[in-house]
């Protein structure tokens, strides 16, 4: 009698880990076939919301490093930073850091801090650059302020032949050129500057400049 009861505790000692993998088992598929449906729904949302509201790509902007330019006297010239000599490789020998802007496939766009000096002739603001898939300049355009504008009109006038235009404003003062064989124009807003404050003779006038390269330097 003993030994029958010992084979059978014997017996149920062999069955009990087979019966648990068993519901192990049981528990996973059980768990598998709740969670299929909740992460169909969840695959679906995100694609749903991804199709309803797609993501707008924004203009790409990226830093490349240059030289350091803490000598005042490596500061580009007014007449060496609006040419349309400048190329991006120029640009690194003065401005640490360049912004690149990618609006545009065919354009490459930089964007750079211009301070031509300390007098208050000079120009601060910044430079926008747009150059073509052969690092042509295409387009300049300055936004800044200065003191003195009479040197700003007098190298707009030699070096992109802009001439003053009449306006009813007499805030404003507007210069421009029509250029040959295109319907790009050179073109200089000057206007006084909004606020004034008597010790700061550098920002009297507020400046925007938009040049377009001439065909004949194409």
């Known amino acids: 009698m003993s030994e029958e009861k010992d084979k059978s505790q014997e017996k149920e000692k062999k069955e009990q880990p087979s019966q648990a993998r068993t519901l192990f088992t049981s528990l996973l598929f059980l ?19 991804q199709e309803s509201n797609p993501k707008i790509e924004e203009p790409k902007e990226n830093l490349r490093a240059g030289m350091p330019t803490s000598d005042p006297a490596a500061r580009p010239s007014m007449k060496d930073a609006i040419s349309f000599n400048v190329t991006p490789d120029w640009m690194l020998q003065y401005w640490p850091r360049v912004a690149e802007c990618y609006s545009d496939v065919r ?42 504008v009479s040197k700003l009109i007098e190298f707009a006038k030699q070096q992109f032949n802009l001439i003053p235009r009449q306006t009813n404003n007499p805030n404003l003062f507007v210069f421009e050129a029509a250029l040959p064989a295109t319907s790009n124009r050179q073109l200089m807003h000057i206007k006084f500057a909004n606020v004034q404050k008597s010790g700061d003779l550098h920002k009297r006038f507020d400046v925007t400049l938009q040049l377009f390269r001439p065909a004949k330097n194409s």
């Open 107 to 148: 354009v490459l766009t930089y964007r750079v801090p211009l301070v031509t000096g300390i007098e208050p002739h000079d120009l601060a603001g910044s430079l926008t650059y747009d150059f073509d898939h052969q690092q042509r300049l295409l387009r300049i355009k300055f936004v800044g302020t200065t003191g003195d």
């Open 31 to 49: 768990a598998a076939v709740i969670a299929a449906p909740i992460f169909s729904i969840k695959m679906y949302e995100s694609w749903h919301n």
